[in-house]
């Protein structure tokens, strides 16, 4: 008798539930989508309307304009090409590096407590301060901003890493030494499995920082790609073509953000802050 | 005794390693890149006079903290006033993750047009605007998850909305606050650094890159060390600063780890 009702109420509850979540989904879409409408005509208001001089900032559409006119210029898409491979090779050692040796410093208490004070010291000194040095080493070669991206993203992920191996449950550490599993197997079964959401916000913090000193290098050092173009831009007095390079930069990092949270979900679908975000 | 011992063996061991490894490894260097280590360390108190502390170094500190200061004030207000209101979340989310997204240094030819980059203003913008995304974003995010206990009590309670938000937002926010305020400091370093590169100036980056041009070597050394100095101890003088003010949160985060 008492069990009718209880089976009849759980299937209405959902119901109401989901019912007002879906147009809030779609309501906020359309508020995103108006958010960036009103900036944009904003823009194009203060402009057009010269309540901030045309000079310093065009109208959007003249933005835009420019933008589209770059797309089809060779020399654009060469300066992209050039930023996004100085940004992923730069990061990719960082993260090649910072792994394997975060595996190995925080897999060994000794080599942990011996090498602590020296990342201390070393991770907050800025990567700018090395701008001078790798002029003078590598001029405008792409080499400088290599440098300056692996030492800037490095620090990022050796120091998440070593979180992550720190993290490792003793329990299941000492199973696997119980069952007498080799470095190599430790490494890969109990320490990797542990460490990966680690590694993934490694890879999110670290790409974003080596798109900063990738740009800056070209900006400041003149290092071919996007940054350079900007430097050109702006000296010439070619404010259109700035606001659009600036605008493809953003949209680049914009690029970058996405990938890093797509990579993350992929790679962790299995892990419960996933999972408890997907149900 | 010997535990102190070993801990400050520990941490004064690898370094000292490195600087002996330096020291004699540059001893008899003739590469005009890399000098010995005695030569930067005697030009050192030649070089950063007390004169040039006052004139390059104060002024970018200080351009530096009034940035910061304006990013950290304006983030905190318009991150609690976005971060309450899900309308306003929604109709702004976008533009955010598009500003974030916006890697700082690309502001300084837009900044400099407006403002020009000889003066303080143009670089104090720069700064106050780089470090304004992290802090504005991570306040977003800490108000939103403030637990919802706390706040349905505070409702129950009838607390005045002015002292809901300095009773429960502000404090259930602060380690966000202050996570996003760390990364905004490192980024203000840089862009402290950089603002100095451009147009004829004075300043900390602007003493390296000038020592850099004109191929006094040791001499830009010295101003790499104090940057990274200055790096060091920023980031030493910050975790002073959360440590007290968030003492209550890191004690109660110990204990429930057990430890």
């Known amino acids: ?279 | 005794m010997t535990r102190f011992l070993k801990a400050t063996g520990y941490a004064v061991g690898l370094p000292a390693i490195l600087l002996t490894a330096w020291w004699f490894g540059s001893a008899n260097s003739t590469n005009t890149f890399w000098p010995p280590l005695s030569t930067i360390i005697e030009t050192f108190p030649t070089t950063w006079t007390w004169d040039r502390i006052v004139a390059d170094v104060f002024p970018s500190l200080a351009r530096l903290g009034i940035g910061f200061g304006i990013a950290v004030v304006v983030g905190i207000v318009l991150g609690t006033a976005i971060g309450l209101s899900p309308t306003l979340r929604a109709l702004s989310e976008p533009v955010l993750e598009f500003f974030r997204a916006v890697p700082p240094p690309v502001l300084v030819p837009i900044i400099a047009l407006f403002a020009g980059y000889t003066g303080w203003l143009g670089k104090i913008v720069t700064i106050a605007l780089g470090c304004l995304w992290p802090i504005l974003l991570n306040t977003v995010e800490g108000v939103r998850g403030l637990e919802p206990t706390l706040t349905d009590t505070a409702k129950s309670y009838r607390l005045s909305p002015w002292r809901r938000l300095v009773f429960v937002v502000l404090p259930g926010t602060s380690p966000r606050i202050f996570t996003g305020a760390r990364q905004a400091l490192s980024i203000g370093v840089i862009l402290m650094v950089i603002s100095e590169l451009f147009g004829a100036n004075r300043g900390l980056g602007a003493a390296i890159v000038q020592f850099q041009r004109s191929f006094a070597i040791p001499q830009m050394w010295t101003g790499v060390i104090v940057l990274g100095l200055i790096g060091v101890l920023l980031a030493a003088l910050f975790k002073v600063v959360e440590n007290r003010m968030l003492a209550w949160y890191l004690g109660q985060r110990q204990i429930d780890r057990g430890e």
Request: glycine share 8%.
């Open chain 1, 1 to 279: 008798m008492s069990s009718s009702p209880s089976t009849l109420a759980p299937p209405a509850r959902p119901r109401v539930g989901a019912r007002p979540r879906r147009p809030r989904r779609s309501r906020d879409l359309w508020l995103g989508i108006a958010g960036v409408l009103i900036v944009l005509a904003g823009a194009e208001t203060l402009s057009r309307t010269g309540i901030v001089n045309p000079d310093f900032l065009p109208p959007v559409t003249a933005m835009y304009a420019a933008l589209f006119e770059m797309l089809g210029e060779g020399w654009f898409w060469e300066a992209l090409w050039l930023t996004v491979r100085g940004w992923a090779i730069g990061l990719a050692a960082a993260m090649a590096l910072g792994i394997a040796l975060g595996f190995v410093i925080g897999s060994v208490p000794f080599l942990r407590k011996f090498t602590s004070s020296t990342i201390e010291f070393l991770r907050p000194i800025p990567s700018v301060a090395l701008i001078p040095l790798v002029i003078l080493l590598f001029g405008t070669q792409p080499q400088s901003a290599f440098v300056l991206v692996l030492y800037a993203a490095f620090w990022q992920v050796l120091v998440q890493v070593l979180y992550g191996v720190a993290d490792v449950d003793p329990v299941a550490r000492d199973t696997a030494r119980s069952y007498q599993f080799g470095p190599i197997r430790v490494a890969r079964s109990v320490i990797y499995p542990t460490a990966l959401p680690y590694i993934m916000t490694a890879f999110r913090l670290g790409a974003a920082v080596a798109l900063i000193l990738e740009i800056t290098a070209e900006l400041v050092i003149g290092v071919d790609g996007l940054g350079r173009e900007l430097g050109i831009a702006q000296s010439s007095n070619a404010v259109p073509e700035t606001y659009a390079l600036v605008i493809v930069i953003g949209l680049i990092g914009v690029a970058v953000n996405l990938l890093a949270r797509f990579v993350e979900r992929k790679a962790l679908w299995w892990h419960p802050s996933v999972r408890s975000e997907n149900s």
